[in-house]
């Protein structure tokens, strides 16, 4: 199977988590490792850039929720940017946009989130 | 403080703690919320400081609060025993003892021993009805005192109110459970709907494929999918698209009709599951642990199929279900049709790319007209003999473009009245310009069936061909003419050396005998002899290299050579002499004077070529061969006819010769063979 690749930067008080590939079981479980990782160090906002992610199933979007209930129990918040249509209408339809935001690209979801 | 004091503050204690339950209970949010909000009035109001909230599903068990405890929460589990033990303490408690009863340290097996970290002096097991939520453990007292009856009392209370929570809790995840499968459905419908949406409008086989393959992996949590095409004449399957796939084992991998399970796919038509790993080459062959293979059916034909492996689950792969089917089953349906609708376009496609590149090569413009009499299509050939741009040709009316030759509107128009061809030849174009010539037909356009659908106009620009016509027809003879044009080949007009017959007539006593006659007379004259002679000439495809005074130079054997370039040349010859006689018995009749003229005919070798200055250049030929055919001529008196050893070698005893005294001719040694020609 090809590899799902993350790459994972801090802007302010920002995560930005870029992904490459299908976000299936494994490429949900890596990013919620890295999310609990740095919300053990007290970081709390995550953006994620799905520009490279073409295709999402259900496993990934349920994971992509667990990271949001978690950091609801820190006032934290998920967002996400760049998505591919088909990728943004399964959120919708999955429910994750009525807790988490979609924003267009990362200029625009770094400056929501860090304000 | 005396006794019922004390006991009215431990009320009051406990009443503030069940006051603030209620608060935990209405105000936190989830579970783990009010787990840890309850944990907090337990430890607190009893004085404890260790202890923990476990939620139990089936056997599992998860801590979803504690404190004070060190307890492993992977792999806490209940066995039945244990279950059924403590429905025997439903909502009450359970002392050190009875706990060490049920969960036995000293038991083979290990998971006890999880439960023996939580190091519980009390436990109380969350009973709704029958169903165990979970359990309440806590540990011992700060003081070391032992709890009291008032004590369990309150964690009962305290207890049931959790239960009731825990099971709302329960309830509120199975609505969110059911939600989120009600979603799950939308989103399968929505992928149904969405691709039935692309089929339709995605006419690339290709990018078709892969928008099935994503859809199809993504709808049923697939790790990774192919699809695999037919090829003509052959059993093996080609992959035509791969996602999430490893590239190597796409590329390498050989799938074919006649192996497992193709083979099955291909007898019944139905989708299958495949999951016995031991007895299935194909799960080795694709790295699968389990995989479902559905048909791609178009037309009742399987055109390909779609190959899905692993389900994904949080706990691993698990099986594909006959639900997984339906929905693969419904999405390879619809890809059926469209990737048969995709090779129809792209077979449409080639044949129109393989007619527009065969109407593009030829040279004959090609124009249809449709039932509006709007141009609908025009070639290369034709915008370029239009000298106009295609869109200023298609959607135009045929009566506007062609308004200038209603010859050819005529024709379209009977064309598509009568349903009959119709043609005209060498006329020209007015709407290009009058000296553009033309031979044009038009046909009525009909489909399969015979419907009329329009005309198409075939236009041939003849105007060079026109224009070599009249002037070569002035040398050679008409079928030359039609030779050249027929085959270019044959036409080489630089300079070359090839071997011809050059004939030479002249007109014996010409000089004097045009002394004694008037200029207009001499004119008329050598132009009805020329005439005569010329129609002979060309009559035995000679051609007309120069007329000087009252010579003539033909040759035989350029621009065109013929095995028979020598026997024609004698035929013309013979032809000169008796049309000449002819001739001349009507010049005699008319009181004139007879026209002698000799004929002398050579062969040999020439230089051919278009010959003079930039600014008048005559294709002909040049040589000692020439020469000698002119002093030939000159050496054959009236109406005979000299011929070289070279012609006569040619035509041999064809034709009667008498052979003559050689003759010396200047530039040449030896004296030169020569023939007489009898007529």
């Not at chain 1, 690749?5 to 949900?28: F, P, R």
């Not at chain 2, 899905?308 to 691993?316: C, F, M, P, T």
């Not at chain 2, 050679?476 to 036409?491: A, F, G, P, Y």
């Amino acid at each position: 199977m090809s590899d799902f690749q993350v790459s994972v930067k801090e802007v302010d008080d920002v995560v930005v988590i870029a992904t490459d590939g299908y976000l299936n079981n494994i490429g949900g479980e890596k990013i919620s490792d890295i999310c609990d990782k740095h919300m053990e160090k007290g970081v709390n906002k995550f953006l994620i850039n799905l520009e490279k992610t073409s295709v999402v199933n259900s496993i990934g979007v349920s994971i992509l929720i667990e990271i949001i209930e978690k950091l609801q129990d820190t006032k934290g918040k998920l967002a996400y940017c760049k998505l591919a249509p088909i990728v943004e209408k399964t959120f919708n339809i999955m429910g994750l946009t009525k807790y988490s935001t979609i924003y267009k690209d990362e200029e625009a979801g770094l400056s929501d989130l860090s304000a | 403080m005396s006794g019922n004091t004390q006991y009215k503050d431990k009320i009051d204690f406990y009443l503030n703690s069940l006051d603030e339950l209620g608060e935990v209970l209405i105000n936190q949010e989830g579970s783990s919320g009010i787990t840890k909000g309850v944990l907090r009035i337990i430890l607190g109001t009893l004085m404890a400081s260790k202890g923990s909230i476990i939620t139990v599903k089936r056997t599992r068990c998860k801590i979803l609060s504690s404190h004070g405890i060190s307890a492993q929460q992977k792999n806490l589990s209940l066995n039945a025993n244990q279950k059924k033990a403590l429905t025997s303490f439903k909502n009450s408690n359970i002392n050190q003892k009875e706990i060490k009863e049920i969960f036995d340290p000293k038991s083979s097996d290990d998971l006890p021993v999880h439960f023996a970290d939580l190091k519980a002096a009390i436990m109380v097991p969350l009973f709704h009805k029958d169903n165990l939520l979970g359990i309440v453990t806590l540990g011992k007292k700060f003081d070391g005192s032992t709890y009291q009856s008032l004590d369990k009392k309150i964690l009962e209370i305290i207890c049931n109110h959790l239960t009731d929570s825990l099971y709302n809790q329960e309830l509120i995840g199975n609505i969110k459970d059911k939600r989120m499968e009600l979603r799950l459905k939308v989103l399968e419908l929505q992928t149904l709907f969405d691709i039935s949406l692309s089929l339709n409008s995605v006419l690339d086989i290709k990018e078709l494929s892969t928008e099935v393959l994503i859809r199809s992996v993504s709808t049923l949590n697939a790790s990774s999918g192919f699809i695999l095409e037919t090829q003509k004449n052959s059993p093996m399957l080609s992959v035509l698209s791969s996602f999430n796939m490893n590239e190597d084992l796409v590329k390498s991998a050989i799938f074919s009709k006649s192996s497992i399970p193709f083979n099955l796919i291909w007898k019944d038509k139905k989708s299958i599951i495949i999951s016995d790993e031991e007895s299935n080459p194909f799960l080795k062959k694709t790295g699968y642990k389990e995989c479902i293979v559905s048909p791609i059916i178009g037309n009742r034909n399987i055109s390909g199929c779609i190959v899905l492996g692993d389900k994904e689950s949080r706990d691993g792969v698990i099986p594909f279900e006959k639900n997984d089917i339906d929905i693969l089953e419904a999405l390879s349906s619809q890809a059926g049709i469209a990737m048969d609708n995709a090779k129809l376009f792209e077979e449409i496609n080639a044949a129109k790319r393989f007619n527009e590149s065969i109407m593009g090569s030829i040279a004959t413009s090609v124009i249809t007209i449709n039932l509006l009499g709007e141009i609908d299509s025009v070639n290369k050939a034709g915008v370029g003999l239009l000298s106009k741009k295609t869109n200023e040709i298609v959607g135009e009316h045929y009566s506007y473009l062609f308004s200038k030759d209603q010859n050819l509107c005529k024709a379209i128009e009977s064309a598509e009245i009568e349903l009959e061809s119709f043609a005209e030849l060498n006329v020209p174009l007015m709407s290009k310009s009058k000296n553009t010539i033309v031979n044009f037909s038009v046909a009525p356009l009909t489909d399969q069936k015979g419907s009329h659908l329009g005309a198409v106009v075939a236009i041939e620009d003849i105007t060079e061909q026109s224009k070599i016509k009249n002037t070569f027809k002035r040398y050679v003879s008409k079928s030359v003419v039609d030779q050249l044009l027929d085959d270019d080949q044959k036409l080489n007009l630089g300079g070359e050396e090839r071997d011809v017959t050059v004939l030479f007539s002249d007109i014996r006593g010409f000089t004097a005998m045009s002394e004694k006659m008037k200029p207009k007379e001499v004119v008329s004259t050598l132009n009805s002899y020329f005439s005569e002679m010329i129609d002979i000439i060309f009559k035995y495809d000679g051609t007309l290299d120069k007329i000087v005074g009252d010579e003539l130079m033909v040759v035989f054997g350029a621009p065109i050579s013929r095995d028979d370039d020598a026997e024609r040349a004698v035929q013309t010859a013979i032809g000169m002499v008796e049309s000449l006689k002819k001739f001349n018995d009507k010049r005699v009749k008319k009181g004139k004077v007879p026209i002698n003229a000799g004929i002398g005919i050579n062969k040999g070798k020439v230089i051919s070529g278009n010959i003079g200055s930039k600014d008048q250049m005559d294709y002909t030929v040049i040589g000692d061969t020439v020469n000698l055919g002119a002093r030939l001529c000159s050496f054959a008196g009236p109406l005979k006819i000299i011929v070289s050893k070279s012609v006569k070698d040619e035509i041999g005893d064809n034709y009667k010769t008498r052979k003559l005294e050689p003759i010396k001719v200047k530039g040449k040694r030896k004296p030169v063979e020569i023939f007489k020609v009898l007529t």
